[in-house]
């Protein structure tokens, strides 16, 4: 069963989901914010599976 704060982790997830995705898709991608997004996104895909 899903908690407020799993459903709450899962959508953040998917927004530096598409932020990633939208940063790769720029003419001229900046590695730097890359590397913290997905930074980011780890950290929050640990803490789902950890819940």
């Known amino acids: 069963m899903q908690t407020t704060h799993q459903t709450a982790l899962e959508?953040?997830?998917?927004?530096?989901?598409q932020r990633i995705a939208d940063e790769i898709?720029?003419?001229?991608?900046?590695?730097?914010?890359?590397?913290?997004?997905?930074?980011q996104k780890l950290r929050l895909k640990e803490e789902i599976v950890n819940l």
């Open 11 to 17: 959508t953040k997830h998917a927004v530096l989901d």
């Open 25 to 39: 898709h720029r003419p001229l991608p900046d590695a730097n914010v890359l590397a913290s997004l997905k930074k």
